[in-house]
Structures are given as C-alpha cells and as structure tokens.
C-alpha cells in the first residue's frame, strides 16, 4: 500500500509539471486456432511463440519484428517476463493461447498502427495497452478482446487500456482488476481523446465498465468504472468506485450529475471533467486517490457537499467560472500553502468550505496564470466565508 501512494503521489506531481512547464520462415506446426471476431484481413503466415514446435520464438517481440501486415503472432501458454514493453507496428493479429495461462508480466504493449487485434492474455504488472497517438501514425480501427488486465499503473500507460487520440477502436470482452480503461492523455496544456469507439462487455473489478457516447437521460447505478463522452443528463449515483484508474471519466457532456458516491484508491484520480460545462458533483466521497478530482477546460460546474480527503484533492486547468461550496477539505497542506488545491488560468468561486479545522479569516487559493512571455504568474482565489464546522455531507 504504501508503494503505491507513493507512485500516485508521483502519478500527481508528474502531471503537475506537465500542465506547467533477416527473415525467418514461420512454424507450421498443428494447433487448433481460436475463432476471434476480427476482421478477415489476419490471412498471411502464422507465428509461433513459445511451445516445442521447430522454429518457433522465444520472444515475442522477436516474432512480432519479422512479421509482416495481415500476419498472426501465436503465443503459447507461459509467462513472458519482458525486460521491455512490445511494440506493434504492424497490422497484426497477436493472440495468446489461453487468456488465463498465457502471461505478459512487468510490462507491456504499444499500438503505433492501426487494425491491430490483441486477444486472450494476462497483462499485468505493467503499463498495459497503449494506442499511440504520439507517434504521429494514424492509430485507429484496433480489436482488443477478451484479456485480463491486472494491476497495470505506471508512468507509459494510465491503465489496463490507454488511448488518445484514435477512433473506431473496438474494447470487449476484457476484465481489468486493479486497473481500468483510459480514454484521454495529456500533451502539455491539451487533454487527448477521440471518439466514437466501440466499448462493450468489460468488467472493472467484477463489476460493469459502463461506457456512453452521445447518450442522454441515463441513471447508473451499478459500474466499476464509468466513462461517458458526448453525453447529456446522464446520473452517476450511489457506486462505490474503488481501484481503478479514474472512477468516472466524463468528457465533451453537459448537465451530468455525480452524486453521492465513494471514490477510493483510484490510481490517477476519482473524478475526471475535460471540456464539460454545467455539471454538477455533490455528495460524493473521495479519499486515498491519485487526485481526488480534476476539471480541465470545464466551466460553470457545480462542487458541493463533498468530503475530499486525498492530499491532492482538486486540480483546475483552465476552468473558470466553477462554484466550490460547503465542501470538507481534510487537508489543508499540499505544496504548502496550496491548500490541496492546484489552479492554472482559472478563475472560480469558493463559499463556504471547510478547510481542516476553523477559520476565522477567508481562506486564500493560490494558483498560476500563464503569460505571453511563458512564465507563470501568480493568481488568487478566495473563499470569503469558510466554514467554522465541518459541513453535513449526504449520506446514501
């Protein structure tokens, strides 16, 4: 436990000052292959990893780098320690014996191209699945069905599925356990997503991965992890969200409301708003998260009634013109005098909060305004008339 509070606190920081600153001819030996759902275009030679057949690899990355597009990388049962993360840049169809048995562990994989399918492993201990939009390739139309992702959370992926950036993705069948799907990436002062995307049939932590796009007037209660794009009216309610790697995602929604959940342990963050406006958080929980919450190009959002209890308890990238009110602060310390608050170019109204004990005087909110030059400058917000008491929180 506390190795991984320290990787999210270095998780937290590490996003802070990110914002700021020769031919082998294949096996042809006889296996009965698995009827995937992937598209005919997997019809070239066969690749064969592990097993006792003549020629076959040892390496999956070695099998990987002597294939060519329309080709298949068959790994047999095992666990393959890797010493680096696989790179795919090719199209390729790479598929495990057994998604129970056949093991990638410690590290991971990057999709660079598109019209990959990935199928039945064990990815764990790693960085998980990355689709790679920094590699300035085109990354779209990949099949990543029927995995297991366990514990993936590291600085190369976000979670057991990372993309940015790519679209007609297809994500199911998988089950993720200490880890999730993430559907956005940092790039300096941009978040990266794209949709639409086909995401159906994952679990997170034995519950449903409820993913939505372009979706309005829907009530979940019941997920492992919730991810909604494009959406409008939606209510996320009465979950407990726990070990993943953002609770709830909500990305380009309006008039979404979360309320009354309890976030914990969620390795990046609790609650994820990027380009949202007139949403609302209220009565919810969050403790022992990367962050706590996270608002970014997101404005007129209400926050209300909370109880933050992470040190890292909200950050604002540009989001201006939100409301903080009678919210609980349990810390009041993080890089000092930030009071568990981090603030670039926004500007937003606090009432009423609870800071960690009494207060007398308001209550100043530091942040950093960029300017033209490239330099920060610093910012105030003030909340005018904190709470003497801890505010009554909803209880479900």
Not at 75 to 80: E, K, L, M
Not at 147 to 170: A, C, P, R, W
Not at 248 to 272: A, E, K, P
């Amino acid at each position: 436990m506390e190795h991984n509070n320290l990787i999210k606190k270095g998780v937290v920081v590490a996003v802070i000052f990110l914002f700021v600153s020769v031919s082998v001819i294949p096996s042809t030996g006889n296996i009965v292959e698995k009827k995937l759902t992937v598209p005919t275009f997997y019809n070239g030679n066969i690749f064969y990893v592990g097993g006792s057949g003549p020629g076959n690899y040892t390496r999956i990355q070695d099998a990987i780098d002597n294939a060519s597009d329309g080709d298949t990388v068959f790994v047999y049962i095992g666990r393959y320690n890797l010493d680096e993360r696989l790179k795919i840049n090719k199209s390729i169809r790479l598929t495990g014996e057994d998604k129970d048995n056949t093991i990638i562990n410690d590290s991971g994989i990057s999709i660079v191209v598109s019209e990959v399918c990935v199928s039945d492993f064990t990815i764990q201990n790693g960085s998980g699945i990355t689709i790679d939009s920094y590699s300035r390739e085109v990354t779209n139309n990949n099949t990543i069905t029927g995995n297991i992702f366990k514990s993936n959370e590291s600085f190369y992926g976000f979670g057991g599925i990372t993309l940015s950036d790519s679209v007609y993705n297809t994500f199911s069948n998988n089950s993720f356990f200490n880890c999730g799907l993430n559907m956005i990436s940092f790039n300096y002062f941009a978040i990266l997503t794209a949709y639409p995307n086909f995401v159906y049939n994952n679990t997170v932590n034995g519950k449903p991965l409820v993913y939505f796009e372009n979706t309005s007037d829907e009530v979940i209660d019941d997920a492992g992890q919730v991810i909604l794009m494009g959406c409008n009216n939606i209510t996320v309610e009465n979950l407990e969200l726990s070990n993943t790697i953002i609770g709830v995602q909500i990305l380009n929604s309006l008039n979404c409301y979360i309320l009354d959940n309890v976030f914990s342990n969620n390795f990046l963050g609790g609650i994820l708003l990027a380009n949202s406006n007139n949403n609302t958080i209220s009565g919810n929980t969050l403790s022992d998260n990367g962050l706590d919450a996270l608002l970014f190009s997101s404005r007129y959002n209400t926050i209300s009634e909370n109880s933050f209890e992470t040190q890292a308890n909200i950050m604002f990238i540009k989001s201006s013109c939100n409301n903080i009110s009678f919210n609980n602060f349990k810390y009041s310390h993080f890089l000092r005098r930030f009071k568990g608050i981090f603030s670039v170019d926004s500007n937003n109204k606090w009432n009423g909060n609870f800071w960690n004990r009494p207060r007398l005087l308001p209550v100043l909110i530091w942040g950093f305004k960029p300017t033209l030059l490239q330099r920060l400058i610093p910012t105030l917000d003030v909340d005018w008339r904190p709470a003497l008491k801890s505010n009554d929180i909803r209880v479900r």
